[in-house]
């Protein structure tokens, strides 16, 4: 099990007082479960990976892994921007990374059916800059698992994949976390990935919010939420509110979440021709409704997952 | 053992893969020295005495020394392209030391240094020097130690350097100087007195000196005089140290 306990970490400043991006953070993550760590940008997801990765020295707090320092455990990294060289192939760079953990590998030595899970037992003597980015991706999840690793760190790993190749690379993930018992924390802003991990963090300006088993996160949400579009917001929820005490949500800029309803709680209060409804739609609560209700703002996007959506 | 020197090798091996997979870099390495050699012995040919030697035989292990100079910092560069391609943050966070990083850096500049020398060797017949098993051994083992202190250099700069075109900037300020002062280009004697002063403050001033004592060694060709070879071997000592613990200070601090 990974034991992170009251981590806080400052940058320096040249003058005046340093940024704080970790303030007092604890969270845990289990051996076969996938913890996703989610957050805006500037939340300290990253100084968190680079404190866990020993990137960075940890100036309060602690990071166990099985009772002992993260240095003595084995920890497969990859990287939001490609760690590969590209004109290598892509064993090259699993033999050469492999080495890099003291590790001599022959192709014998790598395991038929690691290759084949992954789907690059045809790629191996590619070189790496002939690959898709997809498949550069599964090269990068090769070379961390085959240093068998007891906890693996992944930073933005979708970052630059299409949606099939995500999706495709998620269950991987989930998958090799089962069979090799691993300790996986997947840091990332795909908020629907997130989801369905078995345990999602929180991070939100260097503090923790919220630790959890995303169903538990949502629960206050109830089974199903009702999403209004509406040129005015603030009119339309004064309107809802001379109906009772509705648990309202103002979700995004022209929309409003109405948690714990359905859409014929709703309907007898607002019809769908209302002048003040474009568009209503009943659906189930998601990881970003939880993060907006706890935080006040979307999770800002990266550029790149912007163009991949 | 297993985070110093395995990761030393796959480091170093990298670098050489690197190296013989880009034939625009080999043919360059062997090429550019060859014409400048080619140029600079016809042009000075009428020109030029010392010690009654042809200038072209006087000039080639200074052209050795270029080529040295050159390989061993330029193989510094893959560290700026690791760090922007991503590579680098991969190394640093596996188990593998951070002298690892140096020491490869270190072995690498160096292999490719010996490698292009010993290629420039090629010509070696036509410019008459006899040179001896012995002048051979020692003259390349000082070349060892040199590229060493050589990559050692190129490694800080490359260190803290962000882009590759500004390494290359800074390497042309720094080593175009550096060899012209050194003595292998001209001999030190004829140089004005202030010429002299800024040549004796530039450590490649006691390498080349010691490095051409050591190629025409048992030859019949008495080179002039330089500093004494203890001189020479205590300062290229010395600056290697320095500049080893100053990598090592910038690499477990950055």
């Known amino acids: 099990m990974l034991l992170v306990q009251n981590i806080a970490h400052t940058y320096a400043a040249r003058r005046g007082a340093g940024t704080r991006a970790l303030r007092g953070v604890s969270l845990t993550a289990a051996q076969g479960d996938v913890t996703a760590v989610v957050g805006s940008n500037g939340s300290g997801k990253t100084t968190l990976f680079r404190l866990l990765t020993g990137v960075l020295a940890l100036q309060q707090g602690s990071i166990t892994m099985h009772n002992a320092s993260p240095r003595n455990a084995r920890i497969g990294v990859v990287f939001q921007s490609p760690s590969l060289d590209p004109h290598l192939t892509a064993f090259e760079n699993i033999r050469h990374h492999a080495m890099l953990y003291g590790l001599r590998l022959g192709r014998d030595d790598i395991s038929a059916a690691l290759l084949d899970r992954l789907g690059i037992a045809d790629a191996l003597d590619t070189r790496v800059s002939a690959l898709s980015g997809g498949f550069q991706r599964r090269v990068e999840l090769a070379k961390a698992l085959l240093t068998k690793p007891e906890l693996l760190v992944l930073d933005e790993p979708f970052t630059g994949l299409d949606v099939d190749a995500r999706e495709s690379f998620f269950s991987l993930l989930r998958e090799v976390t089962v069979e090799h018992r691993l300790v996986t924390l997947l840091i990332t802003h795909v908020l629907p990935l997130a989801t369905r991990c078995d345990r999602v963090a929180v991070l939100e300006q260097g503090t923790l919010i919220a630790d959890d088993a995303p169903a538990r996160l949502l629960e206050d949400f109830g089974p199903t939420v009702v999403e209004i579009t509406t040129p005015d917001p603030a009119t339309l929820a004064a309107h809802l509110r001379t109906h009772g005490d509705r648990d309202l949500l103002h979700l995004r800029e022209q929309t409003l979440l109405l948690r714990n309803t359905g859409l014929r709680d709703v309907a007898s209060i607002l019809d769908a021709d209302h002048p003040l409804v474009q568009d209503i739609q009943a659906r189930r609560p998601t990881l970003e409704d939880f993060f907006i209700a706890r935080t006040g703002h979307a999770i800002a996007r990266a550029e790149e997952e912007l163009l991949a959506a | ?254």
């Open chain 2, 1 to 254: 053992m297993s985070t110093m020197a395995l990761p030393t090798y796959s480091l170093w091996s990298r670098d050489l893969k690197h190296f013989l997979r880009q034939r625009s870099r080999v043919v360059g390495a062997v090429g550019q020295p060859f014409v400048i050699w080619i140029f600079l012995a016809a042009g000075f040919r009428g020109s030029f005495s010392a010690s009654g030697m042809d200038y072209g035989a006087w000039l080639f292990p200074g052209i050795i020394l270029l080529i040295a100079l050159f390989a061993a910092i330029f193989s510094t560069i893959s560290i700026i392209e690791d760090r922007k391609s991503g590579f680098l943050q991969g190394v640093i966070t596996s188990p593998a030391t951070r002298a690892s990083i140096i020491w490869s850096k270190m072995l690498s500049g160096t292999t490719i240094a010996i490698a292009q020398s010993l290629l420039f060797m090629i010509l070696l017949p036509f410019t008459g020097i006899g040179l001896t098993a012995e002048g051979f051994a020692l003259s390349f083992l000082m070349l060892t130690a040199a590229s060493m202190m050589l990559t050692l250099l190129g490694f800080i700069l490359a260190w803290n350097m962000s882009s590759t075109q500004g390494f290359h900037a800074i390497m042309n300020l720094l080593l175009i100087p550096m060899w012209l002062l050194s003595g292998a280009f001209f001999p030190t004697e004829g140089a004005s007195g202030w010429m002299q002063t800024v040549m004796m403050l530039n450590p490649m001033y006691y390498i080349t000196a010691l490095f051409q004592q050591l190629f025409f060694l048992g030859s019949t060709i008495t080179f002039p005089a330089g500093p004494a070879p203890w001189i020479s071997v205590t300062v290229l000592a010395a600056v290697s140290i320095l500049l080893y613990l100053y990598s090592l200070r910038i690499v477990r601090t950055s």
